[in-house]
């Protein structure tokens, strides 16, 4: 019986209530593991994770996360529940400084001292250039920088958006190193990803997910192997709307 | 009996003018989605444009062309067509705000110069000595007040019957294509800051013309006629009437018109003497009570849109759309 | 030619703090309200109403501090007058404006913001009468500043200039040093990442108003100190805060405190020029400029 921190039960949502992008889709992120969602383009990778954040309207089905039904919670309700998320772009403030953004993601913190001490343990560049305005920072510095600004209010999940995307191969891969090293610090991380291989090589569970609906899901080791994820991403074998 | 009709033949004339006017901000407002915060500004270049190019010589102000009437008509109407098209080019690439509080400004500027510039406008006094076409044949009385209501009434059915055709005409389309999905509308060349630019200017023009007949009507006008309220006035008739609607706008603007002129007559008529100074203070309250309770409680206006819609299927949705896939 | 640049930054003080709750507004709510200049109007009136009030309460504070026309009593006045103020606006917003934009878009509510300013300037016209109030009939001297060339300053002008200066400083410390302020300036920038990062907009939302009402309360206080207080104050400021705006770029805090010193100085100094019948344009004039040859004002973003 797997421990699942979320649960994501049959989920019906779209930006717009008649116009629905995901269609029943379950996905469940296991404690302490690396999961990962993958799919072609248009798929609802990224309407997944913004539904399960709040930001996105639920029209069917339910979401459970850290024991709590988390179905159309507000989004700023998310951190205190123990959710985490990184967007994909537009994930700092860029007017403020990296201080100022790390001091805004600590606000509730009880401890926010200490944290930050901790936060820029882990990420010493962002120490050094803490006075600086994020909008300075090279693209790989501004995802560690939304990355520690996730981890600041010792997130139980973080909600991850295409961490790689527009990164160098090397950021991208110390990027996704580090989510990885995060799921050992006892952190569970669900993560979408376009960049399929990098993604599978370290995450243990795999969904594929196509036009809004689950395809196959498994353990990532099998999933690489599997001539089935060709398939679905070149348009072959999908399941089609019953 | 004969005061009645030939009040009536007045307010009818007045209503009609500012029905005109309101065309003219419908094609602005309900077609295009373009606030104008400044309808007085058009309104006023029609009337003392066309005045100025048609009165005889006057000591107090500039102008006194004489020109022969039709001509100064147009060149009212040229005139407003002109400030909407510098005010137009400046502001209809910049966010939506930008155009209200431009228009706005060109207003509160207009009124400014034309009480200050007194050698071209006669300032406070205002442009005199017009003498309204025909009138040396029909006289002035009720005939010639009713032969002109029937001219005014002939504008409002050209002006209403243009509009009309301009809707279902290629550039309506083009017009509703822009509206409702300004990317897609982009993607096959069409300029959309071109054609809202079209469509701003010849609804000023519309409102120039309104501004025009008024100004003749009087044979005078003067800043005090050029004040924010009839902004606001004709915003109501539309807001009521109904926006993108044109038989709505025109409904509109005999509605207000009335509960105005009602209203004013009322309260002079059965409010005590103290508060007689505070009249148009009511009034203006109730027009801004007209304005957001409309708003609250029915936005569409008393005779909604009846959607033209291009493709079965389309409508605002596109846009989100496009946001929604990943 | 001094004097007119003196009186510009005077007038100035007051157009940026009307202007910095305007452009807060407008950059975070999406929508040019065209009643916030009446903001102005009810902080002043309603300063005149405590002002009497307190005067007759406890005479004490009938003394005049100094050389002001400024009493204990306006004192005390002006900090509730802001809060009221404060509290109007997010009321106003709450009951008009939200349930405008549920119904429509996002330019219904600048209609609705039309409506409400003739609503609430012929309101107070009616309540309060239409000729003009002063907080203090006496007549306050200027000071001569300078003989030649000659400068005259009333100490009340400086009094205004020196505590606008004092508030917005006590603005900046905020958005520069507290997590408030950190707040704010995040929803400014992106509202749904602020929002993912605990940031509860509802509240930001009032916290906008509020402080633009307050704001705006003491911009009309020192309007009516400076001159007087009419229903038409409202009106009379509506254009020339927005130019104020738009010159130091929408969303921008520091952009409209330079804005409204930019508006105040160059309205003034078109005097030296113009007759003094169109200084109502200058403002339009200004916002045509700034158009022209940068739309986004001194340090405004384009926000799609």
């Known amino acids: 019986m797997r421990d699942a921190v979320l649960s994501v039960d049959k989920v019906t949502a779209g930006y717009v209530p008649d116009l629905p992008i995901l269609r029943d889709v379950s996905v469940t992120a296991e404690r302490e593991k690396l999961t990962v969602i993958i799919g072609p383009n248009g798929a609802g990778k990224s309407t997944l994770i913004k539904a399960v954040i709040g930001l996105l309207p639920v029209s069917r089905g339910g979401i459970r996360a850290n024991g709590q039904d988390i179905t159309g919670l507000s989004p700023d309700r998310m951190t205190s529940a123990g959710i985490a998320y990184v967007p994909q772009s537009d994930n700092v403030f860029r007017t403020l400084t990296i201080r100022q953004n790390l001091d805004l993601a600590l606000q509730k913190h009880a401890h926010a001292s200490e944290r930050l001490s901790e936060l820029y343990k882990r990420f010493p560049v962002l120490a050094d250039k803490q006075r600086d305005k994020a909008g300075s920072l090279s693209g790989g510095q501004r995802q560690f920088l939304a990355v520690a600004m996730a981890l600041a209010a010792d997130p139980v999940l973080i909600l991850m958006d295409e961490p790689s995307a527009g990164l160098s191969p090397k950021a991208a891969e110390e990027v996704l190193d580090h989510a990885k090293q995060l799921t050992s610090f006892g952190v569970t991380i669900l993560l979408v990803e376009q960049n399929v291989k990098q993604a599978l090589k370290r995450a243990d569970h795999c969904y594929v997910l196509a036009e809004g609906r689950n395809q196959i899901d498994g353990p990532a080791t099998d999933l690489l192997q599997d001539p089935a994820l060709g398939r679905i991403y070149l348009g072959g074998e999908r399941r089609v709307p019953a | ?326 | ?304």
Request: one cysteine or more.
């Open chain 2, 1 to 326: 009996m004969i005061g009645v009709i030939s009040y009536l033949v007045f307010f009818s004339t007045i209503a009609a003018i500012l029905a005109i006017a309101v065309l003219g901000l419908n094609l602005q407002w309900g077609n295009t989605g373009l606030f104008n915060g400044g309808v007085v500004a058009s309104f006023g270049a029609g009337a003392y444009g066309t005045l100025i190019l048609g009165g005889t010589p006057q000591d107090g102000h500039w102008g006194g062309f004489e020109l022969y009437y039709p001509l100064a008509l147009l060149g009212g109407m040229i005139f407003a067509g002109v400030l909407a098209w510098v005010v137009g080019k400046l502001t209809l690439r910049l966010r939506h705000d930008y155009l209200a509080i431009a228009t706005f400004g060109v207003a509160v500027a207009f009124e400014n110069v034309m009480r200050n510039a007194t050698t071209v406008t006669g300032g406070a006094q205002g442009i005199r000595g017009f003498e309204r076409p025909l009138q040396s044949l029909i006289g002035s009385g009720f005939t010639y007040n009713l032969m002109f209501l029937i001219a005014v009434l002939t504008c409002l059915a050209l002006v209403y019957v243009f509009l009309e055709r301009l809707t279902v005409s290629p550039f309506g389309r083009l017009l509703r294509a822009i509206r409702e999905d300004e990317t897609a509308a982009r993607s096959l060349g069409k300029s959309p800051d071109k054609v809202r630019l079209a469509a701003f200017v010849t609804g000023s023009v519309i409102i120039g013309l309104a501004g025009s007949l008024y100004g003749t009507f009087y044979a005078f006008v003067s800043p005090q006629d050029v004040l924010p309220i009839l902004t606001f006035q004709i915003w109501a008739m539309l807001i009521v009437g109904g926006a993108g609607n044109n038989k709505g706008a025109m409904a509109g603007a005999f509605l207000i018109w009335g509960s105005w002129t009602f209203s004013g007559w009322a309260l002079s008529r059965f409010a005590p003497v103290e508060v007689q100074l505070y009249t148009g203070s009511i009034q203006f309250v109730l027009i801004g009570m007209v304005i957001v309770g409309m708003l609250l409680w029915r936005p569409q206006g008393l005779f909604p849109e009846r959607l033209v819609v291009s493709q079965p299927g389309g409508g605002s949705r596109g846009k989100t759309q496009a946001e929604g896939l990943t």
């Open chain 3, 1 to 304: 030619m001094i004097q007119h640049l003196v009186d510009g930054i005077l007038v100035g003080s007051f157009l940026s703090l009307g202007a910095i709750g305007l452009t807060m507004a407008m950059h975070i709510l999406r929508f040019a309200n065209f009643s916030h200049a009446e903001l102005l109007s009810i902080g002043a009136y309603c300063a005149l109403v405590f002002d009497k009030v307190f005067e007759s309460l406890l005479p004490i504070l009938a003394a005049k501090i100094g050389p002001l026309s400024m009493t204990g009593a306006l004192a005390i006045s002006i900090v509730l007058s802001a809060a009221i103020t404060g509290l109007s606006a997010v009321l106003i917003d709450r009951f008009i404006f939200q349930r405008v934009r549920q119904k429509g878009e996002e330019l219904s509510m600048v209609f609705a913001s039309f409506g409400m300013a003739l609503i609430i300037r012929n309101i107070i016209g009616l309540v309060f009468g239409l000729s003009a109030e002063l907080y203090s009939k006496d007549i306050a001297f200027a000071m001569i500043l300078s003989r030649d060339p000659l400068l005259l300053v009333k100490p009340d002008q400086v009094f205004v200039l020196i505590a606008a200066l004092i508030l917005m400083f006590a603005l900046h410390l905020v958005l520069s040093r507290t997590t408030f302020g950190f707040s704010l300036r995040a929803v400014a920038e992106n509202p749904s990442l602020a929002q993912v990062h605990g940031v509860n907009l509802k509240c930001m939302i009032a916290a906008v108003w509020i402080i633009g009402g307050g704001l705006g309360a003491v911009a009309g206080i020192f309007y009516g100190l400076s001159y007087q207080i009419t229903p038409v104050m409202g009106r009379d400021l509506v254009l020339p805060i927005f130019a104020a705006t738009i010159v130091g770029g929408i969303g921008s805090v520091y952009g409209a405190v330079l804005g409204g010193f930019i508006v105040g100085i160059a309205s003034n100094l078109a005097l030296v020029i113009l007759p003094s019948g169109y200084s109502p344009s200058v403002p339009f004039l200004m916002i045509l400029a700034v158009l022209l040859v940068r739309p986004n004002g001194l340090f405004g973003e384009a926000r799609a």
